[in-house]
């Protein structure tokens, strides 16, 4: 079956409503249609409203769902790449995936991944693993956990191994960033990035 075939597929299921598995340069993430992203929680057994990622094909489409920030501009180049940025939604993000008016955005850099994304357009998406269990980082253990309607990619691929970094950009000037969950890009690298507009780096100890 083809690639192509498969993401076709791919797309369907979301569409209908079903989740999928699919592998990133991180982690293993697991991906509903926005309109369906209650799946996720329920997939997981996590608790509800609890933020997601958007995950999306290309800067165009991030900057579309985020207000207009320098620094979300100063950032684009770390993408695609394992980085996790939350900022001000824009007025075209549905409000489900902006809880308080604040979306993750996300850029894979993983064929899988970017394929999906092309099609489908932006995506909720999480790790692939139940809550408090760790997060898949093969075919064998995505399947093993049993929480997606449809796997992409084959084995013996094996993802990054390391989730994304999460950076939250301040919501006034003079604001530091902060730092909310450190990952495989490194804290320094975003604070040498934001230095250049006078934004410190707060990240945890």
């Not at 079903?18 to 697991?30: D, K, M, S």
């Not at 057994?45 to 769902?65: F, I, M, Y």
């Not at 450190?182 to 990240?203: C, I, M, N, Y």
Request: a positive charge.
């Amino acid at each position: 079956m083809s690639q192509k075939t498969v993401i076709e597929m791919a797309v369907q299921q979301l569409r209908a409503g079903n989740v999928v598995g699919y592998p990133t340069e991180t982690v293993w993430g697991l991906a509903a249609a926005p309109e369906h992203l209650e799946q996720l929680w329920r997939r997981k057994g996590r608790e509800a409203n609890k933020p997601l990622q958007v995950s999306c094909a290309d800067h165009q489409t991030a900057l579309a769902l985020a207000e207009a920030s320098p620094l979300l501009e100063l950032l684009l180049p770390l993408w695609p790449g394992p980085l996790t940025v939350v900022t001000r939604a824009s007025a075209r993000c549905p409000a489900a995936l902006a809880p308080g008016g604040w979306v993750g955005l996300r850029l894979p850099d993983h064929a899988v991944a970017q394929h999906l994304l092309s099609a489908a357009g932006y995506l909720a998406t999480t790790s692939l693993n139940p809550t408090g269990q760790p997060a898949a980082l093969t075919f064998k253990e995505a399947r093993r956990y049993a929480l997606a309607d449809l796997l992409l990619g084959q084995p013996p691929g094996r993802a990054g191994g390391q989730a994304s970094t999460v950076v939250r950009l301040p919501a006034r000037s003079g604001e530091p960033a902060q730092v909310l969950r450190v990952g495989a890009l490194a804290a320094g690298d975003l604070a040498a990035v934001l230095g250049r507009a006078g934004v410190r780096v707060e990240a945890p100890s």
